[in-house]
């Protein structure tokens, strides 16, 4: 699991920040605290999450979403101190989500699929042939994200899950902005060729 791109040193400091003082710089838009926060805690959340999850693709697509609330939301916490905890329930919520998501797939996916009429448009029914098509575009689409090297999934998500432009990532992350829409280009790329099968 990577820290999102912010970098891989916190300024050359040993003294150990706390968790108040850790929130309170993230939340001040600090990503080298954020990078901290990142090292100190996204093993447990990991750990925390493939428990819950029993799948590490889906465990880190969570610990990254945790990650992203904590660098945009931070700000919101009432009582900096409580960080972990706040962390933790994040990822619990996630995981959570995550489950019930599995349970409801199979129905989802059969509600919004196109019905087909009879000739004499008297009756209508699902194919069951395409729903089990979708649901195996849905699972092709996940490894698809879940396969995408690090660097280019967290430009990915930032973009299309944040809706940041290429010049807030390149702020967010520290890159360039030529270097951020290359890892966008080449993650829509591979992404666009992993389910060219599924259009």
Known sequence: LTAMGWGSSYSGRVVELTDAVLAQRVAAGDANAFEHLVRRYSRELLGLAVRM????????????????????RSAELSDPAALRAWLFQVARRRCLMVLRSR????????????ERSTTLGES???????????GAGVRALGRALAGLPARQRDV?????????????????IGAGESAVRGRLC??????AGAMRSWR
Do not use: F, M, N, Y
Request: glycine residues 2%; negative net charge; hydrophobic residues 45%.
């Open 53 to 72: 999850l029993e799948d590490r693709a889906e465990a880190e697509d969570v610990v990254q979403d945790v990650l992203l609330t904590a660098w945009q």
């Open 103 to 114: 349970r409801s797939r199979r129905t989802e996916l059969v509600a919004v699929l196109p």
């Open 124 to 134: 209508r029914h699902i194919d069951p042939q395409r729903a089990a098509e979708a």
């Open 156 to 172: 990915w998500l930032l973009a299309e899950v944040a809706g940041l432009s290429s010049d807030e990532i390149s702020v967010r």
């Open 186 to 191: 080449r993650a829509r790329t591979k992404l």
